[in-house]
């Protein structure tokens, strides 16, 4: 037996064997072999992985302070202990279309987050999915506007309550109201906690898809 030669190429290796076969008495003559393997490149998903990971946990820190916001505006109302013959003084958020809107438009964004946890897993598992990234950067941004109008909305009203305004004879209610303004104003701020997180979420998916 001889001894093997190998050549190599990129990106092709080739490998060249003799061998010898004898039958009865008659010695065959060697025969070469050639096995060809072809190099595949190896593709680097680490770091979107390690992005798609990050993706998942801020969605899901996004659901919880969107869920806050909902569940907290949702439940905030405020009747004073004194009240006269003919009035009660009451406060409750669906006096205020603002701080409707705000209920709805963080409901529906709790409702998106749950369904998109979904597709982000998918981009953990396969870090080369363009498809499901750009569905994701796609709704976080209409998302991010949905939320940020919302939560923007809802702090104009938040501000009058706190300061009133003497030009339009305004008062200021949270000296009063004050269980009601406190309840408010955390839901304005976790309003405004989701709308952060989604415009990370927009950075994070572009990023991917830019580099991919």
């Not at 072999?33 to 979107?48: F, H, L, Q």
């Not at 969605?59 to 806050?68: F, S």
């Not at 870090?127 to 506007?145: K, N, Q, S």
């Amino acid at each position: 037996m001889e001894p093997s030669h190998s050549t190599k190429s990129n990106p092709e290796t080739a490998i060249l064997i003799d061998s010898k076969s004898a039958k009865g008495k008659s010695t065959a003559a060697p025969a070469a072999i050639t096995a060809t393997t072809k190099a595949t490149p190896y593709r680097k998903g680490g770091w979107k992985r390690g992005v798609a990971i990050f993706d998942f946990i801020l969605r899901l820190c996004a659901l919880i302070a969107t869920l806050t916001a909902t569940i907290t505006m949702g439940t905030t109302d405020q009747t004073l202990p004194f009240f006269t013959q003919f009035f009660q003084f009451q406060a409750s958020y669906d006096d205020l279309p603002a701080f409707s809107y705000f209920v709805v438009a963080n409901a529906i964004a709790s409702g998106y987050l749950v369904l998109s946890l979904p597709f982000s897993i998918v981009c953990i598992v396969r870090p080369h999915a363009a498809g499901a990234r750009l569905a994701l950067l796609i709704f976080d941004t209409m998302l991010l506007a949905f939320t940020t109008a919302a939560a923007a909305s809802a702090a104009a009203i938040v501000y009058l309550a706190h300061n009133g305004n003497q030009n339009a004879n305004w008062l200021a209610i949270c000296q009063q109201y004050t269980d009601f303004c406190q309840r408010v104003s955390g839901a304005v701020v976790a309003s405004f906690i989701a709308a952060v997180t989604f415009v990370f979420l927009v950075v994070l998916s572009a990023v991917a898809l830019r580099r991919r």
